[in-house]
Nanobody, 121 residues
Framework: QVQLVESGGGLVQAGGSLRLSCAAS????????MGWYRQAPGKERELVAA???????NYADSVKGRFTIARDNAKNTVYLQTNSLKPEDTAVYYC???????????????WGQGTQVTVSS
């Protein structure tokens, strides 16, 4: 079993930044790959970024150059630094975990409860 606890969401003006954190507990097998998804009202949940314990990363085109995913393996924590935020980045952001990059990018094994990010114009 894995528990994922997100923090760091909030309200920010366009152009601002937020850092999201996700602390994982439980099996490290299932947290070899971790990622962030987001879901805006009326839209499907989409992958934002993912990272493996070895440091390989994957980003959605819409956030490349603005968001950075990183992890601290010793703390089993993944971070999402969001810069140059836009109103269209407004969504609930979910942490996800799975044994592989492919799996976390398509069908994660575990989900966090989500944290709201709201970007005002």
């Amino acid at each position: 079993q894995v528990q994922l606890v997100e923090s760091g969401g909030g309200l920010v003006q366009a152009g601002g930044s937020l850092r999201l954190s996700c602390a994982a507990s439980g099996s490290t097998f299932f947290t070899n790959a971790m990622g962030w998804y987001r879901q805006a009202p009326g839209k499907e949940r989409e992958l934002v970024a993912a990272i493996t314990s070895g440091g390989s990363t994957n980003y959605a085109d819409s956030v490349k150059g603005r968001f950075t995913i990183a992890r601290d393996n010793a703390k089993n924590t993944v971070y999402l630094q969001t810069n140059s935020l836009k109103p269209e980045d407004t969504a609930v952001y979910y942490c996800a975990a799975a044994p592989t990059m492919v799996r976390v990018s398509r069908a994660p094994s575990y989900w966090g409860q989500g944290t709201q990010v709201t970007v005002s114009s």
